[in-house]
């Protein structure tokens, strides 16, 4: 809306400025402007909004609801999926839980 008043605004000043100025081809900064700059911006602004969609899309979908899906789709084992899960919780949180858990494993060993 901001783009298709601006393209507006300017073609409209630039042709009355010329029929002001006294150009005799104020007239073909109409046709121009209204017919080809202003479908042109907003064709433009379109395409970068929807590419700007489509990436924010992708970005936004959680890894975890898309093994939970394929657990459920039957592409994952129990085993498959429950890796996956803690492949990803590691990498969030930056901590290498299964050598925590190992380490917890061993404290129990030599409790016993």
Do not use: C
């Not at 789709?73 to 590691?90: A, P, S």
């Amino acid at each position: 809306m901001i783009a298709a008043g601006a393209v507006t605004t300017v073609t409209l000043l630039v042709g009355f400025g010329l029929l002001a100025a006294g150009m005799s081809y104020f007239w073909v900064v109409f046709p121009v402007g209204f017919a080809g700059v202003l479908p042109l911006t907003i064709g433009v602004l379109r395409f970068y909004r929807e590419n700007d969609n489509m990436s924010n899309q992708t970005s936004e979908e959680d890894p975890i609801t898309t093994l939970r899906e394929r657990y459920a789709n039957g592409e994952l084992t129990d085993e498959e999926f429950e890796n996956q899960v803690e492949k990803l919780i590691e990498t969030e949180s930056g901590i290498n839980s299964h050598s925590k858990r190992e380490s917890e494993r061993e404290v129990e060993r030599e409790k016993s």
